[in-house]
Nanobody
Framework: VQLQAYGGGLVQAGGSLKLSCVAS????????MGWYRQAPGKQRQWVAS???????TYRDSVKGRFIISRDNTKNTMYLQMNSLEPKDTAVHYC????????WGQGTLVTVSS
């Protein structure tokens, strides 16, 4: 399985970005998926997850601002990020929670104040 996240960029505080994650393989529709991020000098942290059925969970700091979704017909997961804050600056990754799937190339989100 290969994972590719893209859609990052530079945005001002209060702005929005939409990230996408494309996964190879034929088990995407049945799999839980998640977004993670790693800020400079910090450990990678979980951001949000979406189950195969569509059930979503979020870390507290992004609740009400981020929306995770998926399109199983395209093997793609999304993260709509609104009301971005400088503390959201990080490289964002996608993966299958609880698995040993190798981390793909992340996408950098930079939020300026």
């Amino acid at each position: 399985v290969q994972l590719q996240a893209y859609g990052g960029g530079l945005v001002q505080a209060g702005g929005s970005l939409k990230l996408s994650c494309v996964a190879s393989g034929n088990t995407f529709s049945r799999s839980d998926m998640g977004w993670y991020r790693q800020a400079p000098g910090k450990q990678r942290q979980w951001v949000a997850s979406i189950g195969g059925s569509g059930r979503t969970t979020y870390r507290d700091s992004v609740k009400g601002r981020f929306i995770i979704s998926r399109d199983n017909t395209k093997n793609t997961m999304y993260l709509q990020m609104n009301s971005l804050e400088p503390k959201d600056t990080a490289v964002h990754y996608c993966n299958f929670p609880g698995t040993m799937t190798p981390w793909g190339q992340g996408t950098l989100v930079t939020v300026s104040s």
